[in-house]
């Protein structure tokens, strides 16, 4: 049995750090506004620093640290230059608990929240980004969508098998709607019998496809009505029309799967709609924002790795007149600003991971809140940034080494890049701040 599912129910439930308080504390509590973040106090409970982790997350993070050494790293440059991820390593993810991590214990899943999510997506990308998104985008996506937007009916029958065995994958992008993401072109047209619906169209960029069993489709069932015809469909592996029409080459998280879908007229049951028949576009939303910061944590476990690797090599193995190249100031100095940025980030991730904490129990609570679009966006934007500047700082400190691809630093560069570019491109992440900021200054 895993070290995840072995936890006790009461364990788990003491996990988020800002939800243990009571419900009457909860209701209490005062919420605050300063600089455009909302936090959250009680009289009963003491600040604490924004790295401290509950005694749950500190051990799946140790656990999912060890793991990703142990058995994922000997298989990464494989899979890197394979361009396939090993299905030991997928299986292996399933074995750990680490694709089940917020499906409760009762659908076979481990029962924990979003802090240890991001976490495990944090730690797999310190040994390898393309193991990590795949975790992160089935947990924090396509579980999320069904967790929130299933029936009961849907959930006993999909839950146990993404915990346990299938892939999923979020199915949204297009060739012609990237940042425009609601520009999307898939149909779906409901039969005339009005027994199920017929989706037609293609599907770009979509991240796990070659792996996955189970995949949300957001399609248009009516396009006069723009974006609020949208709806999230579950599609399965196998179905008559549904095909894998390609799978992306590309210059980083080679072993991540990113594939072209097509759909030629694929009958999908009316019971396989998530939420409401024409509010896919609220689902998409909504999870998008909680998926940025998924992605913001693999930027700062890449970028965590990059610096391990390369600070390691010049403290230890690289000499150059006749002493460590470490033990230059200059070099030190670059070190130590990029040790800086890594922990800034990791703040910026962490505390978005807190407020989205803090305004789930406010919204369950019935408070109102401001939600958490701001603190993800800056999370994603500045992890992303990081991740880039410190990958490529790595490669230079360890020279030769860091350029070959007998190592690891010219991959953490490579992965790098996508961290502008999925959940939400950095001019996207800006524009969404400065809307928010516009929003808050303007008279």
């Keep these: ?34 600089l455009g973040a909302i936090r959250t106090f009680t009289s009963d409970a003491l600040p604490t620093p924004i790295f401290h982790l509950t005694e749950t997350e500190s051990m799946l993070a140790e656990t999912v640290d060890r793991y990703s050494k142990d058995t994922i790293l000997p298989k990464v440059r494989d899979m890197d230059e394979a361009e396939m991820m090993d299905p030991t390593v997928v299986s292996g993810l399933f074995e750990n608990g680490l694709m089940g991590v917020e499906i409760p214990e009762e ?52 839950l146990p098998r993404l915990a346990t065995s299938d892939v999923g994958s979020f199915c949204l992008s297009e060739p012609a709607s990237g940042s425009d993401a609601f ?139 006749g002493q460590s190249i470490g033990d230059f100031q200059g070099l030190q100095f670059q070190i130590a600003q990029a040790r800086v940025e890594i922990e800034a980030a990791r703040a910026l991730v962490y505390n978005a991971v ?19 679009v701001q603190e993800a966006a800056m999370a994603k934007l500045y992890a992303s940034q990081v991740a880039q500047k410190v990958a490529g700082s790595a490669i230079e400190w360890m020279g030769g080494m860091g350029f070959v691809r007998e190592g690891l630093a010219e991959k953490f560069w490579r992965d790098s890049k996508i961290g502008a570019i999925y959940e939400g491109t950095s001019n996207i992440q800006l524009q969404t701040i400065a809307k928010l900021l516009q929003k808050e200054y303007k008279r």
């Design 183 to 321: 520009a999307l072109q898939t149909k779906a047209k409901l039969s005339e019998d009005g027994s199920h619906y017929i989706l037609n169209g293609s599907k770009s960029w979509i991240t796990n496809a070659y792996e996955a069993g189970v995949f949300i489709v957001f399609a248009n069932v009516a396009p006069e009505k723009g974006y609020k015809g949208i709806t999230a469909f579950i599609v399965e592996k196998g179905q008559e029309g549904f095909e894998i029409a390609k799978k992306e080459k590309k210059l980083g998280i080679k072993a991540s799967s990113t594939c072209q879908l097509t759909f030629d007229d694929v009958k999908v049951p009316k019971d396989r709609v998530l939420g409401e028949v024409g509010k896919g576009y609220k689902i998409a939303i909504s999870i998008l924002n909680e998926g940025r910061i998924g992605i913001a944590a693999q930027m700062i476990g890449l970028a965590q790795g990059a610096f391990d690797n390369a600070v390691d090599y010049v403290f230890n193995d690289r000499k150059q007149f």
């Design 354 to 372: 807190r407020v989205k904490q803090s305004t789930d129990a406010l919204t369950a609570a019935g408070e109102s809140n401001k939600g958490f």
């Design 1 to 34: 049995m895993s070290a995840f599912r072995s936890l006790s129910a009461t364990a788990l439930r003491a996990c988020a750090r800002p939800l243990a308080v009571s419900r009457p504390a909860i209701r209490a509590a005062t919420v605050t506004r300063s």
């Design 107 to 158: 659908y076979g899943g481990a029962g924990m929240g979003f802090g240890e999510a991001v976490l495990a997506v944090e730690y797999l990308a310190k040994v390898d980004p393309s193991v990590s998104v795949m975790c992160d985008v089935h947990n924090t996506l396509v579980n999320t969508v069904f967790l929130k937007y299933g029936t009961e009916a849907i959930k006993k029958e999909f």
